[in-house]
């Protein structure tokens, strides 16, 4: 079935260096969409970027990612973090039955 | 942005007794999720809803389980009798239209439930 693995537990980082997030996936569609969500502490997982085309970037708020159908990747950069980016972040694959197959997150903490 | 209302934030109630989870989701959305997650696991799909039906649900969605929405009012889930492996956080989240046709899922901010 659908799998994401994303990097991997907690992230801690200074404020102010660039931050990159791995996400790798499987499935056996051949046009798969592919999700970022970030959930802030108390408050519910929002969406922060979504890709449909191969090779094309998408970004927001300073984030971006571009998907990579010929490796299976999505990786979630930011060239420099803020405090605000402290959160779960999750990396999702579209299901065609079950709207979305999740990873296991990734804590990021920046520090001053 | 649009938003998913999830009541209770937390419920604490005994195993074998019966809970029901509410969502309020986005008011014009016409697909409806749960997503289950026991901590510091990822969150799992666990059924989704459509034109008063289910459509598809996994292997969580034990027999225990159900899900409605009357006349429109709350999306709820139902555990009927509650189990110590059911605690974990539930996840509300709904949709204008499929994931395949480009739209997104707004999410609850979940409900944690503890099972003693």
């Known amino acids: 079935g659908d799998s994401v693995t994303q990097t991997e537990g907690l992230v801690t980082l200074t404020e102010g260096l660039p931050v990159m997030l791995n996400c790798t996936y499987q499935?056996?569609?051949?046009?798969?969409?592919l999700f970022w969500y970030v959930q802030h502490l108390n408050e519910s997982p929002r969406l922060l970027l979504k890709s449909f085309t191969d090779n094309k970037r998408t970004e927001h708020q300073g984030f971006h990612a571009t998907l990579h159908k010929s490796s299976s990747s999505f990786h979630l950069q930011k060239s420099s973090a803020q405090l605000s980016d402290s959160a779960l972040y999750y990396c999702?694959?579209?299901?065609?039955?079950?709207?979305?197959?999740f990873g296991l997150g990734t804590r990021v903490s920046v520090f001053p | 942005g649009p938003k998913v209302l999830q009541i209770p934030s937390h419920q604490i109630i005994d195993m074998g007794q019966m809970v029901t989870l509410n969502c309020d989701p986005v008011s014009n959305h016409l697909y409806f999720y749960w997503y289950k997650q026991i901590l510091g696991q990822q969150m799992e799909f666990l059924v989704n809803f459509y034109n008063g039906k289910v459509m598809e649900k996994s292997k969580l969605f034990k027999d225990q389980f159900s899900v409605e929405r009357p006349d429109g009012s709350y999306f709820t889930l139902k555990i009927q009798p509650t189990a110590l492996e059911d605690s974990a956080v539930y996840f509300c989240?709904?949709?204008?239209?499929?994931?395949?046709?480009?739209?997104?899922?707004?999410f609850g901010a979940g409900t944690r439930l503890s099972v003693l």
């Open positions: 499935t056996i569609y051949s046009n798969p969409f």
């Open positions: 999702a694959l579209s299901n065609y039955a079950q709207g979305l197959t």
């Open positions: 989240a709904s949709s204008s239209g499929t994931v395949f046709s480009q739209n997104t899922l707004y």
